[in-house]
């Protein structure tokens, strides 16, 4: 069945970086296009970043370019989120996304606390 099962995730303190990584089966991950998502306590599930099925396309949210780098080895069917300068406004849960046509997969998701 479809999978995808984030890592990476847990404590940090303002200024430190993590590396989130999403690994997906069940699915041709080659096709999809990946994305991270995060939401914050009391709002709204947002978009972080996104890239294409070849990484020939990113996208990044304002509050996150130049700080976070997302990247993909279709290969070993894995997306990574690299997350450095991190910030207490960071604080979330981020989500894996999978997205094709009308196929839409989301994983469990992974905390990141930034706290002093």
């Known amino acids: 069945q479809v999978q995808l099962v984030e890592s990476g995730g847990g404590l940090v303190q303002p200024g430190g970086s993590l590396r989130l990584s999403c690994a997906a089966s069940?699915?041709?991950?080659?096709?999809?296009?990946m994305s991270w998502y995060r939401q914050a306590p009391g709002k709204e599930r947002e978009l972080v970043a996104r890239i294409t099925q070849s990484g020939s396309r990113i996208n990044y949210a304002d509050s996150v370019k130049d700080r976070f780098t997302i990247s993909r080895d279709n290969a070993a069917n894995t997306v990574y989120l690299q997350m450095n300068n991190l910030q207490p406004e960071d604080t979330a849960v981020y989500y894996c996304n999978a997205a094709f046509i009308t196929n839409n997969y989301w994983g469990q998701g992974t905390q990141v606390p930034v706290s002093s």
């Open positions: 069940g699915f041709s991950f080659g096709s999809y296009v």
